[in-house]
């Protein structure tokens, strides 16, 4: 609160670390979270079937490393974490808690690494390109929630990862962050019309 009155606060990225999440939980064949879209542009899965159970390990060995990457601050790991060869210092795993994973990713670093940094380049170039637009956007539909509901919006903090998926769509991926797909983002009037309810859920 600033004197009195409500704050909110809205982060937006194409975050690194959950753009390499995303690209090795496409190629190495994890479905979690199943209602989010794949990526555009990236390969899938070419490898051979996994029994059940491996594959389940690796799913939850995935998630618990996407919910570090996504929201870090709130998931710490509970052991030591440990630097991943050939991902320079933009992955890190829990010791002796992610050895399926670890194993699974290692030939797809470069790959990865790759993709999450021309994603991002892009990212930052497209905003670089609109200067004001981002908050403009939040702006504008929090005032227009504010009328429709008849008072000031309350205190919030919402991130917002902007992403090349394959559909348009808005997706809770952590407790107060979103993602979004980068054509949804750049259409003004679909991305007002979207991002609407998620300010009424946090306002």
Not at 48 to 72: H, I, K, T
Not at 172 to 181: E, K, N
Request: hydrophobic share 45%.
């Amino acid at each position: 609160m600033t004197g009195g009155q409500p704050e909110w606060v809205i982060r937006e990225d194409a975050a690194i670390p959950v753009l390499i999440a995303l690209y090795l939980r496409q190629v190495c064949g994890i479905r979690s979270p199943e209602e989010l879209p794949a990526l555009r542009r990236v390969p899938g899965y070419d490898g051979v079937a996994r029994p059940d159970d491996d594959q389940a390990l690796l799913e939850r060995e995935w998630r618990e490393f996407w919910a570090m990457s996504v929201e870090p601050l709130a998931h710490p790991s509970p052991v030591p974490l440990e630097l991943v060869e050939g991902f320079d210092d933009l992955l890190a795993l829990p010791v002796g808690r992610a050895e399926a994973l670890r194993e699974a990713i290692a030939p797809h670093a470069a790959g990865a690494l790759e993709f999450a940094r021309s994603a991002h380049a892009r990212y930052g170039a497209e905003g670089a390109a609109r200067p004001g637009v981002s908050y403009r956007a939040y702006a504008s539909a929090i005032a227009v929630h504010e009328r429709r509901v008849g008072r000031r919006a309350h205190s919030f903090e919402l991130n917002v990862q902007v992403l090349p998926l394959a559909q348009r769509g808005v997706w809770w991926i952590g407790s107060l962050t979103v993602a979004v797909t980068d054509g949804l983002r750049s259409d003004v009037v679909a991305f007002d019309a979207a991002i609407h309810p998620i300010i009424a859920e946090l306002a």
